[in-house]
């Protein structure tokens, strides 16, 4: 078995479901937590899972990346509202020559902690993951769960598969999570960013199910227009989306049962939303190239104001 | 003083409102009513207003245009989710060579009335009215109170000021109604789209009021980008609005009391909203000489998902 150390930021619905899955293979895995961290402490941590529940009763938690060992694989799992957190969390608790995986949402995350960290792989993840934390130190995963990884480099060029890619996707394998790998991480955050630009901001902004936002005839068209400036978006990095993809997508989101958003979860929460990371950053990227996307464009700034005004409430509320 | 009688169809906040000052300065004026039948025939209408309350005792009311007299002006003031009753309607009421007098929001009302009555002057009004119905027949006039008079003739050449426009316009500075006159009435309406297309849209969506609309930056750009957008699209009729006039109405917002727009009234009463007058029409238009609109197409797009939904729940509770 891997001799690999994995650290996990951020023990959330997400972080805490692969990290639990990771450690109850029997790799040798450290948690960081906040608000839960005296409760799993004592208490562990409890998978509900369509796949099966299981209970870890004792797990390496850590409320300070200082007090935590430097790991091989430091498993970034903390929304990217949190990333301006990541120069300070990031360098303690990477060994030189380690792996950075991010699972994240969105685009040029990779970008970020590049400039954090040297001498280290990043290795960005695309999870299908459908999980929700229901009290401290309970998870409940409720179906899918693959990731796709695919390595960075500078500038996003494809890197075929590597060595450090393939390491980290046995260690995952073995702990029964379905991997793909993909040859280029841009084309694949680009093609997740089909799905997410739509139903994240459309559910939020409407109030709406996917369910909802596929039965009604106007936002099932602009569902579709949305997805093909995602498509744009991407050309204009490079990378061809063709249209049999975002029919796939579309026909998918139908066949799925109502499904609400990580990002309608979020707004509910009454939690800053991704919308940088998600529209924000997919807009810039675009526009470098001459590229106007003014559909998403306008959803973004729509998210904008709600998110705004959830960050005002939330300093009201301290 | 004039002999011209006023058949005043939706005694709504702005038929209420005109009407009742039209009958107050003695003209002859007859009002359709639907739910508020019973009570005004008995008990008259209350007006609440800025400029000075006042009651009518008695007024002429009516609960089907069939029990009315054939009037010189028949004024629309219904909503324009209610213009597919107008074919059956506005024949009975009108005078051979009578004035339809429309004072609705949006686009290409005119068209659509010219195709149901014959050797009738059609004049369309824009009104700057701030009022609400608060009971039956008691209606609450907060704020402003003008109309912008144009007169309509197949495919919305500008006419110049007509006779039957000087006419009208009379009577209605004679009930204290402030008026303007315009030779385009395209261009004024367009020009009043530059206000509703942003704030009707965006106070629906985003559960918000002019202020707050003003006072986040990522709204107070998209607002702009909107209002650029109907200028498009009022270009694409021949009709230029200038950057001036954007810069004006934007200034004037911030410096309005904090308002909740027409639609967004309509919106929490659950009542069928305006989408296709304010956002169809003017979409259409523009596409048909070629021009797209997405940012106005986005935001119609959203409001008929929220208007279905509401149409859905109306029917529900028949």
């Not at 500078?154 to 996707?169: H, L, N, S």
Request: with cysteine; glycine share 8%.
């Amino acid at each position: 078995m891997s001799k690999r150390s994995y650290a996990i930021l951020g023990t959330g619905a997400l972080g805490g479901f692969y990290g639990a899955k990771l450690q109850k293979a029997g790799l040798d895995v450290h948690f960081l937590l906040k608000s839960d961290y005296e409760y799993v402490s004592k208490s562990g941590l409890v998978i509900e899972s369509k796949d099966g529940d299981f209970t870890l009763t004792q797990v390496n938690a850590y409320n300070n990346v200082k007090k935590m060992p430097q790991c091989d694989v430091v498993v970034v799992a903390l929304k990217t509202t949190q990333n301006h957190l990541l120069s300070q969390m990031l360098p303690p608790v990477i060994k030189d020559n380690g792996v950075v995986l991010i699972l994240q949402n969105g685009l040029a995350v990779e970008e970020e902690v590049a400039k954090i960290v040297d001498n280290v792989s990043i290795i960005g993840g695309l999870c299908f993951l459908c999980s929700n934390k229901v009290g401290p130190g309970h998870i409940h995963h409720l179906d899918y769960g693959q990731i796709t990884l695919g390595e960075y480099v500078f500038g996003y060029d494809p890197t075929g598969i590597t060595e450090k890619m393939r390491q980290v996707a046995n260690d995952l394998k073995h702990a029964g999570i379905s991997i793909e790998l993909t040859e280029d991480l841009l084309l694949g955050r680009w093609k997740k960013l089909v799905w997410n630009i739509p139903y994240n901001g459309l559910s939020v902004i409407l109030n709406a199910r996917t369910d909802e936002l596929m039965s009604y005839v106007h936002t099932r068209k602009l569902v579709e227009q949305l997805m093909y400036e995602v498509a744009l978006g991407s050309k204009s990095c490079g990378r061809i989306i063709g249209d049999s993809f975002i029919q796939t997508m579309l026909d998918y989101t139908v066949k799925m049962k109502p499904y609400r958003t990580s990002m309608k979860i979020d707004y509910d929460e009454r939690r800053p939303l991704e919308v940088e990371a998600i529209f924000g950053n997919p807009l810039r990227k675009a526009r470098s190239s001459g590229v106007d996307l003014p559909q998403i464009s306008c959803i973004y700034q729509q998210l904008k104001f709600l998110d705004e005004k959830i960050r005002v409430e939330n300093r009201q509320n301290v």
